[in-house]
């Protein structure tokens, strides 16, 4: 004999039904922390040296891809080429 029970809830109810902690304070305390360390840590300079590690490349192969990386860094962080605020 087969029985199938459907059972139509969010996580959230699952969770207070089977009594199961609200670890959501936790969880959004460590994602904020966890976006200051990487906001603070990763920049053009970390990710060149991170990339140039990787493997025997000379700098005429890593041109390209810390100049890209850099465009990426300076726009996600609202600055120019130069490093001061876009106008």
Known sequence: MKVTVDIDCTPEEAR?????PDLTPVHDAYVEAMGKAMSAAIGPDAIAGAV???GPMSDAVLA??????????FE????????????
Do not use: H, T, V, Y
């Open 76 to 87: 996600q962080m609202g600055l120019d080429k130069s490093g001061g605020a876009d106008k």
């Open 16 to 20: 207070r039904f089977l009594g199961l």
């Open 52 to 54: 140039k590690n990787w």
């Open 64 to 73: 390209p891809w810390k100049s890209l990386f850099e465009q990426i860094g």
